[in-house]
């Protein structure tokens, strides 16, 4: 016998109130972008597109746009790989796993503005660790600007993100690995197979739900990456590192243009919702038996 | 195939690549207790040759409004959340209700879209219920969108548990609440750490509505404290690591004492394993 529904409504009341006013904000935001804005004051008066347009007649929204396909590719394809060969590593080694694990995963407790103080040091080109290390082995640093340089900014800041979120990776793909026999591996090792096709051939393709999460909760990552940009380099060198919701913010609140922030906000919830409900559905239907 | 080969390459492999990700970490703390003329010098990797924890109190003074701030909002925000988070997990796993999938559903959506999309409505919301530049405000705030996360998390581990056990309670005419609080809470206690853990993470790194919901330090949280000591001080790396090691401690602290619940948490946070 289970609790009836009656009885017990008010354990969901509060959640059900807190993931309305989440929706309702979604829509208010919905409702705001298609709205014509007087600066901060709200008409209320239908815009139609007019928003978007403006939006979409920059030529900054166009290079956000393409940053932030930038951070997808460039952040979630080496996150994922290295995650999963180390787990592959790991699987190995049991005795030295948990120390490794840690070494890795231990960024994942810091914060994005810890880790853009942290990384914003070390990429310095006149007193970065980076370049006093190099500088030490003989190198002319001269031209190494790292951060500096508008060609290979958003490289270095997505490589700062990278070392936070390897140990993410490599979790979700040790419980996956686990999670297959061990007889299956054993006997692709007795057939002969290198370990190169034992790990792309064999267990790649039987750890697909493994890299689902992983590279759909890396995508999501990069629509966050707000703080890191701010702390880091302010989107710049120009706005070579700026993307959508660092210019949101500054839509907003610098330029006091509400239309094209809330605009800009729901250019990113349409990219957001087109992995994240997808997603969703699947997580639900393996995880509610 | 040598296996020792590929163990001892593969054991190479890790110890390089363990380096490169202890680096950054061990310059960061090495280079706050050195003095300003050794930091000048730009020898990071050098042991300190007089350590200075005076770098400690200059970056503490500078943060601990900061730090009060974060514990008066982070604790209270990450309870409520929990608590009323366990309970409509209880309530989803547990009763008898038909539409179940589909708040789960909506729930799980809610906590995976970035929250950076509702910064305006926010602000908006809580300008008008004039809660800005308040502990209250971000209290709300930060309840309202970590709610999502404390009931999956929960709910992942109450799934778990044995249905007999419930149904036998409920045949002994345990009430709902008593079973929750006598019974329920006792047996998934990891799982209540593992959720607190991750929303109390989630809360204290936050930074975007740390900024645009308080104007001045009154009521500040640590981290837009520490971004600000970094614009302030240019060159000053010793005091702005020292910062960074200030503020980072509590998590890694909780990191390295409940790795395993850290690691459960993220596991059913994100991937509902």
Excluded at chain 1, 129 to 144: D, E, Q, R, W
Excluded at chain 1, 189 to 213: C, E, K, M, S
Excluded at chain 2, 33 to 51: D, H
Excluded at chain 2, 81 to 96: D, R, V
């Amino acid at each position: 016998m289970k609790y009836s529904k009656a009885y017990g409504f008010v354990f969901l009341t509060p959640v059900v109130i807190a993931v309305a006013v989440i929706y309702g904000m979604i829509i208010w935001n919905l409702v705001a972008a298609f709205t014509v804005w007087e600066g901060m004051r709200a008409t209320w008066k239908f815009a139609g597109f007019l928003n978007f347009g403006n939006l979409f007649e920059l030529r900054r929204f166009w290079v956000n746009v393409q940053n932030n396909f930038l951070w997808l590719f460039f952040f979630i394809v080496p996150t994922t790989l290295l995650g999963f060969i180390l787990a592959y590593l790991f699987h190995g080694l049991r005795r030295a796993e948990k120390v490794f694990r840690q070494i890795f995963l231990y960024p994942m407790a810091l914060a994005f503005i810890v880790t853009g103080t942290l990384w914003a040091w070390m990429y310095d080109p006149g007193s970065g660790l980076i370049n006093s290390i190099l500088g030490g082995l003989g190198i002319n640093t001269a031209k190494l600007g790292w951060i500096a340089l508008p060609n290979i900014a958003i490289f270095c800041m997505i490589f700062s993100a990278f070392w936070q979120y390897v140990g993410f990776a490599l979790v979700i793909y040790m419980g996956a690995i686990r999670g297959l026999s061990d007889a299956m591996i054993e006997a692709a090792n007795i057939d002969g197979a290198g370990h190169g096709r034992i790990l792309f051939q064999i267990i790649f393709p039987n750890v697909g739900h493994g890299t689902l999460i992983c590279t759909t909760m890396l995508a999501i990552t990069t629509m966050k990456v707000f703080d890191l940009v701010w702390i880091m380099t302010g989107g710049g060198p120009g706005i070579r590192t700026e993307v959508l919701p660092y210019m949101m913010y500054r839509m907003t609140y610098s330029q006091h243009n509400i239309g094209m922030g809330a605009a800009t906000s729901i250019v990113i919830l349409v990219l957001a919702a087109a992995m994240v409900i997808p997603y969703s559905k699947w997580a639900i239907s393996k995880w509610v038996r | 195939m040598g296996d020792k080969r590929f163990k001892a390459t593969s054991i190479v492999i890790l110890v390089i690549l363990a380096a490169m990700w202890l680096l950054p970490i061990y310059a960061m703390v090495n280079t706050s207790i050195k003095s300003q003329e050794e930091v000048a010098a730009q020898e990071y990797l050098r042991l300190p040759r007089k350590v200075m924890f005076n770098n400690y109190l200059t970056a503490f003074r500078a943060l601990r409004v900061g730090l009060v701030n974060s514990a008066v909002i982070t604790l209270p925000a990450t309870a409520i959340c929990i608590f009323l988070g366990s309970l409509a997990g209880y309530y989803l796993t547990m009763f008898e209700f038909k539409r179940s999938q589909l708040v789960f559903f909506w729930i799980v959506v809610a906590s995976f879209l970035p929250y950076q999309i509702v910064l305006i409505p926010i602000t908006t919301l809580i300008g008008w219920l004039n809660l800005m530049n308040s502990y209250v405000g971000l209290i709300l705030i930060y309840v309202i969108l970590n709610i999502p996360m404390g009931t999956l998390i929960t709910a992942t581990f109450f799934m778990k548990m044995p249905v007999a056990m419930q149904e036998a309670a409920a045949l002994d005419g345990c009430k709902p609440f008593l079973f929750y609080r006598k019974i329920l809470v006792p047996v998934s206690i990891p799982g209540m750490v593992s959720a607190a853990i991750l929303v109390f993470v989630q809360i204290y790194n936050e930074f975007l509505l740390a900024i645009a919901l308080t104007r001045g330090p009154k009521i500040k949280p640590v981290m837009p404290i520490l971004a600000e000591l970094k614009g302030s001080q240019i060159a000053q790396w010793h005091i702005q690591m020292a910062g960074a090691v200030i503020v980072s401690l509590f998590p890694l602290l909780i990191f390295i004492l409940l790795s395993e619940y850290f690691i459960s948490g993220l596991m059913a946070g994100y991937s509902k394993e």
